[in-house]
């Protein structure tokens, strides 16, 4: 092995941990005499960790690495420790999903982990091969995550939708890529990127157009988010998590390198398609979510809305909005992981109950809990001193910086309507007192109130208010996030 080639290894440690502890949580999984589906999970756990120790001290790098087709700098590392984070938030929750459940398949944490590994790979990709080939090893184990519950029907009915819309989305991104080669014969972005802005306008137009398509489906992107609902419904609760941040953090990463590299002669007509995409999506997203009375479907279109405001900044990139869309995205795995998890807080008698008025009385029952989900619901509208406002803060004045004093003023349109729905979460559980038992069926037993995902929301509660407080703690990481070639 030649110098230049260990070299590009040291920085790749993330993903061989990630890759070894696949595979330890797969034989214990299959070997183990007893308890060998939570022990996978106690692996794969433990694997995160020791990959997040060696992402600390892994130093980023200015250069490329095989021949250019992977990049080491701290945009990519940022990305990487939002991707690890939304990992190990998911497998947490599923111990507490599965406990409920009665069934835990052991291979959701080493397919969690396999995604993860294409993930922290494709936010590094360089290279129009290396991305389809990264993209497709992350989406292939999501594809079976939605549906791993495969006897259930919601279950089966959410992965197969997701294989075959995500499927379809991926060819025709790959048919962007092809536009690209055979306009220049090249498949690494800095070297076409500036051979396409030379070239054939509408035919360089094209190829942008259908690359984007198949990375919009992923970040749930109006009009192409007509599968997030349903599989975000139908997946089990901790997958969903888990499919909701972490594939949307490496897209956006995917996204930024396409943009500013590979199509950056394009820039006017990117940001013209991304402002466009934005007020869709931030527009269907809330309104469609005033109209659920399910709390999970609810979550998922607020989760598209979510969406649209990473949109906005996507749509002024700029320095400031690059700091400002790594300040959000990180936020919001954190919003988001807690805001699903809540559905996992009350649970009994093998079920979780998925709408409103399961919340109803909460603070009586758990007032730590209902206090944190109130810290998380302000984050997620965008209210002081939480990290949500500072996220949204920094897009708008990101927009406002460029130009887009209309789509900034949409943004902020946005966030008071989705104050009404996250509302009805908040009189529930504050204002509201519990579902009384049908007449003749005796006395409410309410469920129990799960111990560790309280802890998990009163962190995330805790993380939010620090950011918001102290926002210097998030943006000094992403502003040292320096984007490479």
Not at 279 to 304: D, E, H, P
Not at 343 to 350: D, H, K
């Amino acid at each position: 092995m030649t110098s230049a080639a260990s070299s590009g290894l040291g920085h790749f440690i993330p993903e061989a941990v990630l890759l070894a502890a696949a595979v330890a949580s797969m034989f214990v999984h299959l070997f183990a005499k007893r308890g060998g589906r939570r022990a996978a999970g106690y692996v794969a756990l433990a694997g995160i960790a020791a990959a997040a120790v060696a992402l600390a001290l892994t130093p980023p790098s200015a250069e490329t690495f095989f021949a250019g087709h992977l990049a080491a700098d701290g945009f990519a590392l940022f990305f990487k420790a939002v991707i690890l984070a939304a990992g190990a938030l998911a497998i947490v929750l599923a111990f507490r999903f599965f406990n409920v459940e009665g069934s835990e398949p052991g291979e959701a944490y080493y397919l969690i982990l396999l995604s993860m590994i294409g993930m922290t790979a494709a936010v590094s990709a360089t290279d129009m091969v290396t991305t389809y080939v990264t993209f497709e090893l992350f989406a292939i184990p999501s594809y079976v995550l939605a549906g791993i519950f495969k006897k259930e029907r919601r279950s089966a009915e959410a992965g197969i939708k997701y294989f075959f819309l995500g499927t379809l989305s991926s060819a025709v991104m790959l048919l962007g890529m092809a536009f690209v080669y055979g306009l220049t014969g090249l498949t690494g972005y800095a070297e076409a990127g500036p051979l396409l802005a030379g070239g054939s306008g509408l035919a360089a137009l094209v190829a942008m157009s259908l690359f984007f398509v198949g990375l919009f489906f992923k970040a749930a992107f109006v009009p192409f988010h007509m599968w997030a609902p349903d599989v975000y419904e139908g997946a089990p609760t901790p997958l969903v998590v888990f499919l909701s941040t972490a594939p949307k953090a490496a897209v956006v990463a995917i996204l930024v390198r396409a943009m500013t590299s590979l199509f950056g002669g394009y820039s006017l007509e990117w940001s013209g398609i991304l402002q466009a995409v934005a007020l869709a999506t931030m527009f269907w997203g809330n309104l469609a979510a005033l109209t659920q009375t399910s709390l999970k479907r609810m979550l998922a279109y607020s989760a598209i809305a979510q969406a649209g405001y990473l949109a906005i900044g996507l749509a002024a990139w700029g320095e400031p909005a690059r700091m400002a869309v790594l300040f959000y995205i990180a936020v919001y795995v954190v919003m988001n992981a807690a805001a699903f998890g809540l559905i996992l807080l009350v649970g009994g008698g093998g079920r979780f109950d998925e709408s409103v008025d399961g919340l109803r009385g909460l603070v009586r029952r758990a007032p730590v809990a209902a206090a944190s989900v109130l810290v998380v619901l302000l984050a997620l509208v965008g209210i002081p001193p939480t990290a949500g406002f500072m996220g949204k803060y920094f897009l708008f004045a990101a927009a406002v910086d460029k130009g887009l004093v209309l789509l900034a003023a949409a943004g902020a349109l946005n966030s008071a309507i989705s104050l009404f729905y996250y509302f009805r979460i908040g009189k529930a559980m504050f204002l509201e007192d519990a579902v009384p038992a049908a007449p003749g069926a005796g006395p409410a037993v309410p469920g129990s109130v799960s111990r560790s995902v309280t802890v998990v929301l009163a962190l995330s509660a805790a993380a939010l208010l620090l950011f918001g407080i102290l926002p210097g703690l998030l943006t000094a990481p992403a502003v040292s996030a320096v984007l490479g070639r």
